[in-house]
């Protein structure tokens, strides 16, 4: 009896030692349990139904045919759309969407293992999306409306037509200055989405008045050399939800003034008839912010790129007043391939602000420092900003490495620059900002 008892226990620890047979193993992830609370967080923002993605991912039918291609767009981090290098520069971001490692390895052994429903008692509740037709950031603000909506004039993009841009002029009807929180644009059809390349919104007026308004804020200083014009309001792209001021920061608005629309619209296969709809939310009265925020556009240089060629090119751009860096979006078209901003500061050190070292041309991502990471910089930094570009036939994105390709505003040419959101401010302001932030951090300002 002991010696059975004994060919068993050997038999036994052989069997859980053999492969396969690991008592420690994970169970294979479910769908219900494990995949969905990752989809709902980090997919179905754009995979839902009547949205942007090409297919939804909110159940496991929808998501279940999909599984291999979920996989590879995965491993490869392709999805979600989130392009920068992390392995250097600032990794703090607001609006990150992209995949831990945990995650991804988490849908790689449900996509392995057979991709298996699990309980539908585990399923999460469903997300409570807002309607693409309605407007996102009003509930952060507790309204379901915009404080301002301004159209552009209908433009109607005909079947199989060359790329188009259309110009529309709006008054904003304003007759006193208001400060601006948050900005969202939109065409104002599902179909008009699908034509709508991006669009370039400036804002028009007297920027003489501006030092009338700004003495709301009791800041002498606020009206400095970078931001002595409106210029660029807000910028519209695929993968782009919005403008969110930081608090304390927003642009400003002022009576008379008028936004003017450029608006790039892409062929399709059919007529497109559509307009443009910006949001505008307005901080409230006795509520206004102390500093002025202005999107920025930082080139990277002069662009000829030979036929066949991998190019470098890079520009620098003098800060002419202290600011905090709110976010970066790299812009280039079908031969861009990565995107590098740096700070060099005024005692000569450099720091890698965000690199984005796979550029996709279809995702215009904005990426959002998180609020103890925006670069805090000293009046006279230079921002460096570097692109690469590659026209060679080993880019599958490129539609002809036989031309040779200059600066143009048709997706055939190219461009490089960053669109930078700069809240400029005050010497005296710069100090107390980086003193709060070291205080929050626990460090001294010595250690900036």
Known sequence: ???????????????????????????????????????????????????????????????????????????????????????????????????????????????????????????????????????????????????????????????????????????????????????????????????????????????????????????????????SEAGLFAEYAVGKQGELMRPGAGRLMLPGSHIRMNIHYSGGGEDVTDSVEMGIYFYPKGQEPRHRQVLKSYGAGPIDIKPGEVKVISRVHILPSAARVETFQPHMHLRGKAMLMEAVYPDGRTQVLSYVNNFQFNWHTQYVYADDAAPLLPRGTVLRVTAWHDNSAANRANPDPLMWIGEGARTVDEMAHAWVNMTFMSDADFKVAVAERAARKGRSTQQQ
Request: contains cysteine; proline residues 9%.
């Open 1 to 227: 009896m002991r010696h059975t008892t004994w060919v068993l226990g050997v038999a036994a620890l052989l069997a859980a030692s053999a492969p396969g047979v690991n008592a420690a193993e994970p169970a294979t992830p479910t769908f219900t349990k494990d995949i969905a609370p990752i989809f709902q967080a980090k997919c179905e923002n754009c995979h839902r139904p009547d949205s942007i993605g090409p297919m939804p991912l909110v159940t496991y039918e929808q998501a279940r045919p999909y599984a291999s291609a979920i996989r590879r767009q995965v491993s490869s981090r392709t999805m979600p759309p989130w392009h920068l290098d992390k392995t250097v520069g600032i990794q703090e971001y607001a609006n990150d969407r992209s995949l831990t490692d945990a995650e991804i390895d988490t849908i790689l052994r449900w996509a392995n293992g057979g991709a298996p429903k699990g309980d539908p008692n585990d399923m999460p509740a469903p997300v409570q999306w807002p309607s693409d037709h309605g407007w996102q950031l009003g509930s952060m603000f507790g309204q379901t409306t915009p404080d301002l909506i301004l159209t552009s004039t209908p433009y109607t993009q005909k079947a199989g037509s060359q790329d188009a841009w259309w110009n529309s002029a709006i008054p904003t009807g304003l007759t006193e200055a208001r400060w601006v929180r948050a900005i969202e644009m939109r065409p104002s059809t599902v179909k008009g989405r699908k034509i709508t390349h991006h669009v370039i919104a400036n804002l028009i007026q007297d920027e003489r008045l501006a030092a009338e308004a700004l003495r709301v804020v009791d800041d002498p200083d606020a009206v400095v050399d970078g931001v």
